[in-house]
């Protein structure tokens, strides 16, 4: 077995060559998605991992794993469009480069501080039970951006979309990597 970081820098590489080349080919025409927007994509690739997982079959030729790396790169999207909420509505390949490393840079950090505390639990969970924390927290995002930002004890938005990109990297790992399922 890998070290974690090894396995997570895997992916990550993996997901941010695939966020560049989209980024060519469409330029940043996401940006013009409200956030509420983006929690809808990802719940929507959500959902279908947890159908195909729960039938055990699926009729459209993208797997499991592309939907876990668009979660990642949605996800990060989400965390771009906090930081950058009213300015720039486009930028170069290199600006979006670089900003989707400042994301995944922090999103790192908290996942290396989290696994030193729960001791990399996380290995020994399903994917199908990761992939439903991937939806709960959706639902939760939902709820504040419902209520307009607005909670009382919990965090906001961006540890949610952080999270998830931890878990589905998680369930990347779980299954080999990048392998179709």
């Given at each position: 077995?890998?070290?974690?970081?090894?396995?997570?820098?895997?992916?990550?590489?993996?997901?941010?060559?695939?966020?560049?080349?989209?980024?060519?080919?469409?330029?940043?025409?996401?940006?013009?998605?409200?956030l509420p927007s983006i929690t809808d994509q990802i719940f929507i690739?959500a959902q279908r991992i947890r159908t195909i997982q729960d039938k055990?079959?699926?009729?459209?030729?993208?797997?499991?794993?592309?939907?876990?790396?668009?979660?990642?790169?949605?996800?990060?999207?989400?965390?771009?469009?906090?930081?950058?909420?009213?300015?720039?509505?486009?930028?170069?390949?290199?600006?979006?480069?670089?900003?989707?490393?400042?994301?995944?840079?922090?999103?790192?950090?908290?996942?290396?501080?989290?696994?030193?505390?729960?001791?990399?639990?996380?290995?020994?969970?399903?994917?199908?039970?990761?992939?439903?924390?991937?939806?709960?927290?959706?639902?939760?995002?939902?709820?504040?951006?419902?209520?307009?930002?607005?909670?009382?004890?919990?965090?906001?938005?961006?540890?949610?979309?952080?999270?998830?990109?931890?878990?589905?990297?998680?369930?990347?790992?779980?299954?080999?990597?990048?392998?179709?399922?």
């Open positions: 077995m890998k070290p974690t970081e090894t396995e997570y820098e895997e992916i990550l590489a993996y997901c941010r060559d695939l966020f560049a080349k989209k980024n060519q080919d469409y330029g940043t025409s996401w940006r013009i998605l409200r690739k055990g079959s699926q009729k459209v030729e993208d797997g499991i794993t592309e939907e876990f790396v668009g979660i990642i790169n949605y996800c990060v999207m989400a965390l771009i469009q906090i930081s950058w909420q009213g300015r720039n509505s486009e930028f170069d390949l290199d600006k979006i480069t670089e900003l989707y490393e400042e994301q995944i840079q922090e999103v790192k950090v908290l996942l290396f501080s989290k696994n030193h505390d729960y001791g990399e639990a996380w290995r020994d969970m399903r994917v199908s039970s990761m992939t439903d924390i991937i939806l709960m927290k959706l639902l939760r995002i939902k709820q504040i951006e419902d209520n307009e930002g607005v909670t009382l004890v919990s965090e906001g938005v961006k540890s949610g979309y952080q999270d998830m990109i931890n878990y589905a990297v998680f369930c990347l790992i779980k299954s080999n990597g990048l392998q179709t399922n």
